[in-house]
């Protein structure tokens, strides 16, 4: 596959829903991007809008309401919503895979029919509940419990911590603890309905960045889980969880590309035009080596998220991969932006201009799906096969 590795020509589709995904960047995301920002307030329409056009279920097969796509066309679609407004992207990304790729890979035909195609289409939102107040990083120290009924039911108790999309959602994919004995093979995924008795939702939290996006804690109380509501195995959970999660990472990856890219382009506008000196700040050899930098950190983000990607739409393993494209990403997204920040003196650090909420969105990819250190961790254990 090493030939492969270096032909990036995409094709016609793949180029299709990138054109699709900029456009209502472009005329419906961006226009809203500062409001959003400013008032936190969730931009259904704009995902109704996106759901309609295919792009809330991207990879999922047109029998179950979605694109029929595959990953590359993701991460071509997702750098366009995400150099419009993160926010969005952060909705679009939970959406796609954290929600629907691990029931498409681990559901029931019923389940699939159940769940993907609402959510594929945008009329609903989705969710993915595995981070808990005491365990994030250490997600299996999870303290959520399913105790598992002599009907096959399971009764649900127990906490999780900022879910994407919670305070919206019609469906959640959540992770407890059946057998606490086990370990990591004692947590099972379990399908949940937000309008069901024994779930509850806390307040929204304010955040740095990604203000449009809704994230919130979820408790359950003696929430009663219907055995056709298991997702996978019992005691599979864990597997799947991080799973989803690889493939989530390459969607991260590519919102974080998307966010350097829009501050990259802003940039490249302004050193053109802002004189000091007797010329552009762009003649200084100081901000032309910044350039430098933001565009080498930019394509290594883009080449290893599509090699990432390209893994995946081979069906190989790509764990290690997908960690190296978002921990270079969001790194050079953190990097990029604050350059970006700097070169543009006072006007970067003024709300008249996008480049400061570039600078607080571009934070959130180096922290949520696994940190920075996570992915260090993951990616090191993979090479070494030492912990
Ligand atoms: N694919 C399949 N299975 C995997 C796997 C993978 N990528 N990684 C691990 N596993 C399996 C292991 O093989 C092991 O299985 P066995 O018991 O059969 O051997 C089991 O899972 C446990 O693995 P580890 O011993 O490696 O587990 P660990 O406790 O050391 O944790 C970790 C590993 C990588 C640190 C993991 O806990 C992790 O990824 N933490 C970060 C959590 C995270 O990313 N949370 C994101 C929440 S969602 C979110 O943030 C959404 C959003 O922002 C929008
Ligand atoms: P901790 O795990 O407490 O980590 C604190 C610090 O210690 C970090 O710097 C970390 O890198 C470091 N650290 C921890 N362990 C190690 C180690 N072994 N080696 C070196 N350093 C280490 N979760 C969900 O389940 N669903 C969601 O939809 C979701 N959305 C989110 C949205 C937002 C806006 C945010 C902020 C978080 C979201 N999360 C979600 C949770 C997110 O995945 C966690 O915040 C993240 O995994 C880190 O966990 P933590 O916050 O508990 O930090």
């Known amino acids: 596959h090493r030939e492969a590795l270096v032909d990036f020509g995409f094709s016609e589709e793949q180029l299709m829903i990138q054109d699709v995904a900029r456009r209502i960047a472009r005329e419906k995301i961006a226009p809203s991007a500062e409001h959003h920002d400013r008032s936190g307030e969730f931009p259904l329409e704009n995902i109704r809008a996106l759901g309609e056009n295919g792009l809330m279920g991207i990879e999922v097969p047109v029998e179950y309401g979605g694109a029929g796509m595959d990953p590359i066309s993701y991460v071509l679609a997702m750098i366009e919503i995400a150099a419009a407004d993160a926010a969005h992207s952060t909705i679009v990304s939970v959406n796609n895979s954290l929600f629907c790729n691990g029931i498409l890979t681990f559901g029931t035909e019923a389940q699939k029919q159940k769940y993907v195609r609402a959510i594929a289409e945008g009329r609903e939102i989705g969710a993915f509940a595995l981070t808990e107040p005491q365990s994030g990083s250490d997600a299996t120290a999870m303290r959520c419990r399913a105790v598992k009924q002599a009907d096959g039911r399971f009764v649900v108790n127990g906490k999780k911590s900022w879910i994407t999309s919670g305070p919206v959602a019609k469906y959640i994919v959540l992770f407890a603890m059946t057998e606490p004995e086990k370990g990591a093979r004692g947590i099972t995924a379990f399908m949940i309905d937000t309008e069901r008795a024994g779930f509850h939702r806390g307040k929204t939290e304010p955040k740095l960045g990604i203000r449009a996006s809704a994230t919130c804690e979820i408790e359950f109380t003696d929430y009663v889980v ?128 996008p480049i400061e909420r570039y600078f607080r969105d571009a934070k959130i990819t180096e922290i949520y799906e696994g940190t920075s250190e996570i992915q260090r961790l993951v990616i090191a254990r993979n090479e070494t096969g030492l912990r």
């Not at 799947?240 to 590519?254: E, F, H, K, N």
């Not at 506008?269 to 565009?295: C, E, L, N, S, W």
């Open 226 to 353: 219907e055995a056709d509501e298991v997702l996978g195995e019992e005691g599979q959970g864990f597997k799947i969880a991080m799973g989803v999660l690889d493939a989530g990472r390459i969607g991260i990856a590519s919102q974080a590309i998307g966010i350097a890219r829009a501050a990259y382009e802003a940039t490249l506008a302004y050193v053109k035009d802002r004189k000091a000196f007797g010329q552009p700040i762009g003649a200084f050899q100081m901000t032309q080596a910044k350039i430098a930098d933001m565009k080498c950190k930019l394509d290594a983000a883009m080449l290893l998220t599509l090699r990432a990607a390209w893994l995946k739409g081979q069906g190989q393993r790509f764990t290690t991969e997908a960690s190296v494209a978002k921990l270079t990403a969001s790194e050079a997204a953190m990097w990029i932006t604050h350059q970006a920040l700097q070169i543009h003196g006072g006007m970067g650090y003024s709300k008249e201009m």
